[in-house]
C-alpha cells in the first residue's frame, strides 16, 4: 500500500558551479514496497539491432511480495551544473537518511549476471541505478531495455571503461569516451539515458569534473564498494557490504551486475538490508542527457548500427513512471 505521497525541496550549492541542485522528494509505502576493467569482446560478439522500445501505457505489476524491502523514497536530481554524489569523492551533497541506500551496478548490460540481478530486484520490488558500459549495451541492447521496463535508472559508464586518469589519456579522448558512452545506451534505449556518470575505477581527473558540469551531468561516487570484483564468493560480497554499512549507517552501495558473485550474492544481500531495517532510495533525473549529435553519427559508423532515427523513440523517464 501506498503511503502519503510528499514532496521536499531542498536548495544547495553546486561543488562545481553556483547552479542550483533541487532534490524533490516523494515518499512512498514500505510495505509491498569496482571496479572491474571490461574484458576483451566475446570472439564473435558482434552488435546487434535492438529490439523494439517498452510500450509507455504498459503497467508496471504491483509487488506480489508482502514482506518486500521495496523503496522508501524516490528522490528527483537536478543534474545541472554537475552535482557530484557519493563521500568517496564528494562531500557536499549529503541527502541520505540514516539507514537509508541506494543501490548502484557498473558495467552491463552482460548474460546471465544483469538479467540474475534484475529477478533479485524484482522480488524485493526494489530498485537501483545501472551504470552501462557503451560497448556492452551495443552488444547487449535487448538486456539493458529489460532493465528499463523495469523500471530502473540508467545512466553512463564510458564506451569501453578506460581510465580516464592514464598517461596515455589525453583528455580530448576522454571526452570521446564519455560521450560516445551516453550515445551508445541511448542508441540501446530507444531513448535518452539519465545524465548520470560513474568515473572507471572512481577517478576523477579534474578537468572531467569541470567538464561533466557543463554538460549537466550529475557524478556518482560511492559509499560503500563492494569490491565485489575481488570477491571470491558471493558470501564475501554480503559479508563486506554489511560490515561497511553497519558501520557508516548508510550510503550509496557500488556493486557490479557484471560480477557473477554479485548476482549470486543479491537476493540474500537485499533480505539483510531489509532485516537491518534500511530502505532503499530511487533515484532519478530532473531531465535526460542531451547526447551530442556528433557521437551519435560517429556511433552509427564505427559500429555500424541502425540509425537512431529510424529506430522507435520512447521516454524511458515515462516508462519508469507508469
Known amino acids: 500500500m501506498l503511503g502519503t505521497a510528499s514532496t521536499i525541496n531542498v536548495g544547495v550549492l553546486m561543488r562545481i558551479a553556483a547552479a542550483l541542485i533541487v532534490a524533490g522528494t516523494l515518499s512512498l509505502g514500505?510495505?509491498?514496497?569496482?571496479?572491474?576493467?571490461?574484458?576483451?569482446?566475446?570472439?564473435?560478439?558482434?552488435?546487434?539491432?535492438?529490439?523494439?522500445?517498452?510500450?509507455?501505457?504498459?503497467?508496471?505489476p504491483a509487488c506480489a511480495n508482502p514482506d518486500a524491502l521495496g523503496i522508501g523514497r524516490?528522490?528527483?536530481?537536478?543534474?545541472?551544473g554537475g552535482p557530484g554524489f557519493g563521500f568517496e569523492h564528494f562531500k557536499q551533497l549529503d541527502f541520505l537518511r540514516d539507514k537509508e541506500v541506494v543501490l548502484t551496478f557498473d558495467d552491463g548490460p552482460w548474460?546471465?549476471?544483469?538479467?540474475a540481478v534484475l529477478k533479485a530486484l524484482a522480488d524485493?520490488?526494489?530498485?537501483?541505478?545501472?551504470?552501462?558500459?557503451?560497448?556492452?549495451?551495443?552488444?547487449?541492447?535487448?538486456?539493458?531495455?529489460q532493465v528499463?521496463?523495469?523500471?530502473?535508472?540508467?545512466?553512463?559508464?564510458?564506451?569501453?571503461?578506460?581510465?580516464?586518469?592514464?598517461?596515455?589519456?589525453t583528455e580530448q579522448l576522454a571526452k570521446d569516451e564519455i560521450e560516445k558512452g551516453f550515445s551508445a545506451v541511448k542508441w540501446a534505449l530507444g531513448a535518452?539515458?539519465?545524465?548520470?556518470?560513474?568515473?572507471?575505477?572512481?577517478?576523477?581527473?579534474?578537468?572531467?569534473?569541470?567538464?561533466?558540469?557543463?554538460?549537466?551531468?550529475?557524478?556518482?561516487?560511492?559509499?560503500?564498494?563492494?569490491?565485489?570484483?575481488?570477491?571470491?564468493?558471493?558470501?564475501?560480497?554480503?559479508?563486506?557490504?554489511?560490515k561497511k554499512l553497519d558501520r557508516l549507517g548508510k550510503g550509496i552501495i557500488l556493486m557490479h551486475d557484471f560480477q557473477k558473485h554479485t548476482a549470486e550474492a543479491l537476493p540474500e544481500l537485499l533480505r539483510r538490508l531489509k532485516?537491518?531495517?534500511?530502505?532503499?532510495?530511487?533515484?532519478?533525473?530532473?531531465?535526460?542527457?542531451?547526447?551530442?549529435?556528433?557521437y551519435d553519427e560517429e556511433l552509427m559508423k564505427s559500429a555500424k548500427l541502425p540509425t537512431i532515427s529510424t529506430r522507435p523513440v520512447s521516454s524511458v523517464v515515462k516508462t519508469i513512471s507508469e
Open 74 to 80: 524516490v528522490v528527483e536530481i537536478d543534474p545541472t
Open 275 to 294: 532485516a537491518g531495517g534500511y530502505k532503499v532510495v530511487q533515484m532519478k533525473p530532473k531531465f535526460p542527457v542531451e547526447t551530442l549529435a556528433q
Open 30 to 60: 514500505t510495505a509491498a514496497a569496482a571496479l572491474a576493467q571490461t574484458p576483451a569482446s566475446t570472439p564473435g560478439t558482434a552488435a546487434v539491432p535492438a529490439p523494439a522500445a517498452p510500450s509507455a501505457g504498459s503497467a508496471k
Open 148 to 169: 528499463a521496463a523495469a523500471g530502473h535508472t540508467i545512466g553512463a559508464h564510458t564506451w569501453s571503461h578506460a581510465n580516464l586518469n592514464g598517461k596515455k589519456m
Open 192 to 242: 535518452a539515458p539519465a545524465p548520470f556518470f560513474r568515473f572507471p575505477a572512481l577517478q576523477h581527473p579534474p578537468a572531467l569534473v569541470s567538464y561533466l558540469g557543463t554538460r549537466n551531468i550529475a557524478m556518482f561516487s560511492c559509499d560503500v564498494d563492494s569490491f565485489d570484483f575481488k570477491a571470491r564468493s558471493s558470501q564475501q560480497v554480503i559479508d563486506t557490504v554489511m
Open 111 to 115: 548474460p546471465g549476471n544483469t538479467p
Open 124 to 145: 524485493e520490488c526494489t530498485t537501483g541505478i545501472f551504470f552501462a558500459i557503451g560497448k556492452h549495451a551495443t552488444y547487449h541492447p535487448e538486456i539493458l531495455r
